[in-house]
């Protein structure tokens, strides 16, 4: 990239933003259709009542949940890897961490509507939030599902802050290129952002405390998730394993989903030159360790039951090893390991774009069915026989599933129309050698070193 | 001392003949969700005899087990509930407060007896079954989980008349309907407080067991076991 002008790079990155395609409108109204297919069947289901759904007793949950958990997983793609990189000060992020911050915002959007849709009266959802009503009766806060309301609305808004923040010297360089309402628009979503080096520092020291704060509190929101099961006395629920289990199995999924992202923008927005073969080697490796360590944490956790013998876990345990749920288990093993660990061991492999897209198809698919067989075998095997149950979707959730999946299609692209999605000022950055720096506007940068920028007038003001 | 409501169940009385059943239902205004809804499993019982086949053909055996709310001392129904809906009362019951539920149906994942039941769709009652309400319960709509009482409202008018009265509660004054109904006299209620009540002294037999008692739920439903005495 180092080859490339400011000039090519503006270009390049501002094409998307500034020319709408034929290929734009069309997808918006293909994916626009579906999600208003999802919201027909919302719709439906709370006018005829949630029997609608497959769900029975005794499974109360099935793929409400399962979106839940997978899309609140997902979400832990962005806003921790990026802190994570940011603070391992590893340059080769720069055109990677906008890509991921916006699917952990809208996957976190998408993952938090499902607890309200799922619920039997969600025009009462109001009912979680602390709120002087005259009843004066506040949310039950020994329950998970209290913890879950404040842990993701907590995630959220750090996570708008994080992806919002370094957006702001983008937004003012598309103020500066654009005429009409956009002009409008972007000065006010542009802060008055003006390039000094005042405001450049203080954004760099915003970026340092968020990346910092923002890693434990990905870290708790998929704990807070899993102890939603954890803390209930059901069968392979009930579980130590399951924070570091589902935190795990939330940045492997997440990982996989900013890869598919990748992928498709590189295509479609022919960014072959910014997303370039080295980031997905990158991420296929750091994928290949999270895949061995879910299967590790699978392996303790069923080698435990097993070993254990208790009567009503073997129940569950043997309808995922060989029972009603085995096909999906060992599709799911299959999905989550076969597949994806020789795909992204072998160096030749991981080193093709498509290897590593492939690994994390298979892997969104399998982390999917991995949430799914957390939760509908233990409902349906608890502790007496006689109330023992099965499970089988209706149409109304598989359009609430897909409708989802659809939502987050639309989200992005529209994201991606209206601002960059590789941060330009950071690829700026990283393309410019240090050179001399004038005392007067050193700016402090994650590195510890000087920052290149400063010396360059050109790059101080945003009208370049 | 406060009162705490307790129930003794002596399965080698228990014919399985859900007479119970059928009275819960009609104290209660269960809900009768018909035959599809029944087969997807959203029937409504609060209270349901289940059936155990022990032993390899021909020496088999039958055993009954009436199973409704064991009213958990330690529950694990309540602290899941967000809003409060699940709640535990000054005289030991696992409320659950309808106006307040939202739905989350948490509580029934929690619960290891699968007694809470959930409204999927609004209720009806098909003629004439509509005109034998029990007008001292209300009726629940969709969308919010229900579960046996202990025919609240039947100790909330025995309590009141016997305040009115200015006296105590009499031992066997008044019964759940699964408890009045039973043909071979199976169950017992009462004030498990009351160390003379009938119910506390079958309490502490060596025969008394709790259901799935190793969770720790600390169950006020007592079951004796069927023929344990001949072991």
């Known amino acids: 990239m180092s080859e490339k002008t400011i000039a090519q790079i503006n270009e390049d990155l501002l094409r998307p933003v500034l020319q709408t395609t034929r290929r734009f409108w069309i997808a918006m109204l293909f994916l626009g259709s ?130 919002s923040y370094p957006m702001i010297p983008d937004l003012a360089l598309v103020r500066d290129k654009v005429t009409g309402w956009r002009k409008k628009l972007y000065t006010v979503l542009a802060l008055g952002w003006r390039g000094t080096p005042k405001q450049w520092h203080r954004l760099e020291t915003g970026m340092h405390i968020m990346a910092v704060v923002i890693i434990p509190v990905a870290v708790s929101v998929h704990t807070i998730v899993s102890w939603d099961f954890a803390m209930a006395p059901v069968p392979m629920w009930h579980s130590t394993i399951f924070g570091p289990y589902f935190v795990a199995g939330a940045i492997f999924s997440g990982i996989a989903g900013l890869i598919i992202a990748m992928a498709f923008l590189r295509k479609v927005l022919g960014l072959e030159e910014y997303l370039l073969p080295i980031h997905f080697d990158y991420l296929g490796k750091l994928l290949l360790m999270m895949c061995l360590i879910w299967a590790y944490f699978v392996f303790s956790e069923r080698l435990t039951v097993w070993y254990g013998n208790e009567s009503a876990e073997m129940a569950v345990f043997w309808s995922t090893q060989r029972g009603a749920f085995a096909p999906m288990f060992w599709t799911m093993v299959f999905c989550n390991f076969i597949i994806p660990f020789p795909l992204l061991a072998i160096k030749r492999i991981r080193n093709t774009i498509t290897g590593v897209v492939i690994a994390s198809w298979a892997i969104v698919v399998g982390m999917w069915l991995e949430r799914f067989l957390i939760i509908v075998p233990s409902l349906s ?47 700026k950055v990283g393309s410019h050698k240090p050179v001399f720096v004038r005392k007067q506007v050193t700016v402090i940068r994650e590195s510890g070193g000087t920052d290149p920028i400063a010396a360059e007038p050109g790059l101080l003001t945003t009208d370049i | 001392m406060a009162r705490k409501w307790g129930m003794v169940v002596d399965l080698d009385r228990c014919t399985g003949c859900e007479a119970c059943v059928v009275a819960c239902r009609a104290e209660n205004n269960v809900p009768t969700v018909g035959e599809d809804q029944a087969a997807r499993g959203r029937a409504i019982h609060w209270i349901r005899v289940e059936r155990y086949w022990e032993g390899e053909f021909p020496d088999v055996r039958l055993k009954f087990r009436p199973i409704l709310c064991q009213q958990c001392d330690s529950a694990p129904c309540e602290p899941t509930c967000p809003t409060y809906a699940s709640h535990h009362t000054s005289e030991g019951l696992n409320a659950q407060i309808y106006n307040r539920c939202i739905g989350t149906r948490y509580c029934a994942n929690a619960c290891p007896y699968s007694v809470r039941f959930f409204n999927f769709y609004n209720p009806v009652w098909d003629k004439p079954f509509h005109l034998q309400l029990n007008p001292d319960v209300s009726v629940r709509e969709v969308g919010v989980m229900e579960k046996c009482t202990f025919c609240v409202q039947r100790i909330q008018a025995a309590e009141i008349q016997a305040d009115a009265e200015k006296r105590g509660l009499k031992d066997g004054e008044f019964n759940p309907a699964c408890v009045q109904t039973c043909p071979p006299k199976a169950m017992v209620f009462g004030d498990l407080n009351d160390p003379e009540s009938e119910v506390a002294r079958l309490a502490r037999s060596n025969r008394a067991t709790k259901l799935l008692g190793e969770l720790g739920t600390k169950p006020n439903v007592t079951y004796f076991e069927a023929e344990s005495w001949e072991e």
Not at chain 1, 48 to 64: L, M, Q, S, Y
Not at chain 1, 127 to 143: A, F, H, N
Not at chain 1, 389 to 399: A, C, D, F, L, N
């Open chain 1, 34 to 163: 579906i999600v208003a297919a999802a919201v027909g069947a919302f719709l439906y289901q709370v006018w005829n009542g949630i029997g609608v759904w497959g769900i029975n007793r005794p499974v109360f949950w099935a793929f409400d949940i399962t979106n839940f958990v997978f899309w609140i997983g997902i979400s832990h793609a962005g806003t921790l890897i990026s802190a994570i990189l940011r603070i391992a000060n590893a340059t080769w992020r720069r055109p990677v961490t906008r890509c991921a911050e916006v699917i952990t915002v809208f996957a976190l959007m998408i993952g938090g509507i499902f607890p309200i849709i799922h619920l039997g009266r969600p025009w009462l959802f109001f009912w979680m939030v602390p709120y002087p009503s005259e009843r004066q009766i506040w949310p039950q806060l020994r329950s998970p599902l209290a913890w879950d309301f404040f842990a993701i609305g907590t995630y959220l808004s750090g996570s708008l802050i994080f992806l």
């Open chain 1, 381 to 427: 095997h608890k502790y007496l026989p006689y109330a023992f149950g099965s499970y089988r979707p209706t149409w109304v959730e598989i359009t609430i599933l897909v409708g989802s999946n659809a939502a987050m299609g639309l989200l992005y692209i529209l994201f991606s129309k209206f601002v960059p999605i590789i941060a330009i000022w950071e690829l």
